[in-house]
C-alpha cells in the first residue's frame, strides 16, 4: 500500500520560513518524480514544484521561483520543500504527489493527505 504522508505545515508570519517533508512508503520511491502541489479556498490545484527521481531536475512555478526549494533524499524516502520569504498568497493546503514521469502532473498516480501553510501578514 502506498503511503504518502506530509508533515512541516503551520501558521508563520509573512516573510517567514517553513520546511515541509514528505515521506513515502510502499513504492519506488528513487524511480519516481515527486512533487508539491497545493490548493488555497476556492481555487484548484495547482503545480508548485517537482524533482526528479535522481533529483538531478527541479521545476518551479513561477510564483515560487527564488524563493522555495524543492529536494529529496532517496536514503529515506523523504521529499522536502524548503520554502522562505512566504507571502499570505501562500496560504494553502499543501499535498506531497509521485508520479513515473518528470514533472509530475496535476493527475500524478499518489497523493499525500496535505499538510495546512497558513501565512499570516
Known amino acids: 500500500q502506498v503511503q504518502l504522508v506530509e508533515s512541516g505545515g503551520g501558521l508563520v508570519q509573512a516573510g517567514g520560513s517553513l520546511r515541509l517533508s514528505c515521506a513515502a512508503s510502499?513504492?519506488?520511491?528513487?524511480?519516481?518524480?515527486m512533487g508539491w502541489f497545493r490548493q488555497a479556498p476556492g481555487k484548484e490545484r495547482e503545480f508548485v514544484a517537482a524533482?526528479?527521481?535522481?533529483?538531478?531536475?527541479?521545476e518551479y512555478a513561477d510564483s515560487v521561483k527564488g524563493r522555495f526549494t524543492i529536494s529529496r533524499d532517496n536514503a529515506k524516502n523523504t521529499v522536502y520543500l524548503s520554502m522562505n520569504n512566504l507571502k499570505p498568497e501562500d496560504t494553502a493546503v499543501y499535498y506531497c504527489?509521485?508520479?513515473?514521469?518528470?514533472?509530475?502532473?496535476?493527475?500524478?498516480?499518489?497523493w499525500g493527505q496535505g499538510t495546512q501553510v497558513t501565512v499570516s501578514s
Open positions: 524533482i526528479s527521481w535522481g533529483g538531478g531536475r527541479t
Open positions: 504527489a509521485a508520479h513515473r514521469t518528470f514533472p509530475t502532473p496535476v493527475t500524478s498516480q499518489y
Open positions: 510502499g513504492l519506488p520511491f528513487s524511480n519516481r518524480a
